[in-house]
């Protein structure tokens, strides 16, 4: 049984930075490409960051590159999000999202929330 399982979320100042963790079970990321998606209350879920299952290689949306970074630990079965420089518009629920190399199917975490506000 696949599973996703965000933590990390919280309430930071502008400026600030936060590691979000997504836990998995259930697949390999030999098989399976690992990203963050971020969604706000009326907007479509858009893609933040993403890990390649062939190569590691990673990949950034523009509002992100630069201050984001997606990294895993395969020995922890945890890919991560590190957010630095967050601004007021980083504010979302970020999800985890796990995409099969070979077939269509998808898989989703719950979602943590992160707001950035003083």
């Known amino acids: 049984q696949v599973q996703l399982v965000e933590s990390g979320g919280g309430l930071v100042q502008p400026g600030g930075s936060l590691r979000l963790s997504c836990a998995y079970s259930?697949?390999?990321?030999?098989?399976?490409?690992v990203g963050w998606f971020r969604q706000t209350p009326g907007k479509e879920r858009e893609g933040a960051s993403c890990?390649?299952?062939?190569?590691?290689?990673?990949s950034y949306g523009d509002s992100v590159q630069g201050r984001f970074t997606i990294s895993r630990d395969n020995t922890k079965n945890t890919v991560y999000l590190q957010m630095n420089s967050l601004k007021p518009e980083d504010t979302a629920v970020y999800y985890c999202n796990a995409d099969s190399r070979y077939s269509s199917r998808v898989y989703w975490g719950q979602g943590t929330q992160v707001t950035v506000s003083s």
């Open positions: 259930g697949f390999s990321l030999d098989y399976y490409h």
């Open positions: 890990i390649s299952s062939s190569d590691g290689r990673t």
